[in-house]
């Protein structure tokens, strides 16, 4: 199972498995990078870097839904590496915002990434109102470098808690508490997040599309 990486191509599932050895992971957040390992974990992959450890500059992210920009993330990846490249766009989407932060969920954070700051906008943008149901997506694409990409979307539904609680996770995962659950993201073992996150939900459709199920 080590040695190539189990990928196959949606539009051709007859083909042969991919059989390099290197899937870049075209993102420049640390704490996605981490989370997208932790998935491919299981399968056996022999190398997986991200765009940030190969130099790869952040391509500007211009498209108007989460899929568009996850292809472009991806493709720019794919093309600038001659490898197969996976990025996610994702994003938090508060249903009395009208689904803001969404695609801007990271530029919320300012320049330097200050989520405090993102949390607080959320706080105050939605006041004294009632309404506090939130999801996280995901839009997960994976791209070859001829310009063939699949994209695949996950959702988690659940409410809006402040003040935030919590250290693991990253992004808005402290102000975020899924249904069904006593605990923010950011208080839950990561294992428990995966069970159930947005990322972990396109991930599963990633797998089953894209995955060389007799290798991976
Ligand atoms: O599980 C999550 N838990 C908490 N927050 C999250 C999550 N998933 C996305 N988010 C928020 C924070 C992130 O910064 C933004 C995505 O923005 P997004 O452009 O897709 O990612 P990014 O700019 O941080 O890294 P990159 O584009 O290099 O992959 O949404
Ligand atoms: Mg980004």
Known sequence: MHGT?????????????????????????????????????????????????????????????????????ALAAARASGHPALADDSGLEVVALEGAPGIY??????????FGRAMERVRSELGS??????????????AWPDGHVDTFE???????????????GFGYDPIFQPDGHAVTFAEMDPADKHAISHRA????????????????
């Open 129 to 142: 109102g009632r309404d506090r149901r939130a999801n996280f997506a995901c839009a997960l694409s994976l």
């Open 105 to 114: 969920s990271a530029r919320w954070a300012g320049p330097d990434r200050d």
């Open 201 to 216: 939900e396109a991930f599963r459709l990633l797998v089953a599309a894209c995955f060389d199920p007799a290798t991976g």
């Open 5 to 73: 990486i189990p990928l196959v191509r949606t539009a051709r599932p007859s083909g042969r498995p991919f059989a390099g050895d290197t899937l870049v992971v075209a993102s420049h957040n640390t704490g996605k990078v981490r989370e997208i390992a932790d998935l491919l974990a299981p399968f056996g992959l022999t190398r997986v870097v991200s765009a940030g450890e190969l130099g790869l500059p952040e391509p500007e992210e211009t498209g108007a839904s989460f899929a568009a920009n996850a292809e472009l993330k």
């Open 154 to 168: 996950g959702r988690v539904y659940g409410d809006i808690v402040w003040p935030p609680r919590g250290d693991r």
